[in-house]
């Protein structure tokens, strides 16, 4: 089964918060309860999609990534400053044809560390097959195609 949009954006976004914060552990949904302290959540939290001709359809997906750091001291420098590191690292994720562009970015600071949430645009096209010419007989004699 091939993986949809909304798949490949979270897996961008957790690649991509991986890379940056190698010592943290990323959760691909909310982070758990009793999540380890210096932990990434990685959520879709909304789609807002609209309807544009041809069967395009244009998406704005936000993505929610919550932080938590509960054992450390020091939590709202630290969750700060990891914030203010997402803008960098989350503003353009993935490569080659799966690259997705930020257009709006903000984060809420909590008690136990921080929600960021990133809104990706995506245009998408559908995949339209053409149905060709068949070739054409009549009594025996190529007619068409040939």
């Not at 932080?67 to 969750?79: A, E, G, I, M, P």
């Not at 993935?94 to 560390?113: D, R, V």
């Amino acid at each position: 089964m091939e993986k949809g949009v909304l798949q490949i954006l979270k897996e961008m976004v957790i690649k991509a918060i991986e890379k940056q914060f190698p010592d943290s552990a990323v959760y691909g949904e909310e982070v758990p309860q009793k999540g380890s302290a210096n932990c990434f959540g990685v959520t879709i939290k909304s789609v807002e999609q609209k309807p544009l001709l041809k069967g395009r359809r244009e998406q704005w997906i936000t993505i929610c990534v919550e932080y938590k750091n509960q054992t450390q001291k020091r939590v709202k420098l630290q969750s700060t400053q990891k914030a203010e590191m997402l803008y960098d690292v989350l503003s353009l994720v993935g490569e080659n044809e799966n690259e997705f562009l930020s257009g709006k970015m903000y984060h809420n600071i909590t008690e136990k560390g921080f929600c960021f949430y990133a809104v990706y645009y995506v245009q998408i096209m559908p995949i339209v097959t053409e149905q060709k010419m068949k070739r054409l007989e009549h009594n025996g004699d190529k007619v068409v195609g040939y």
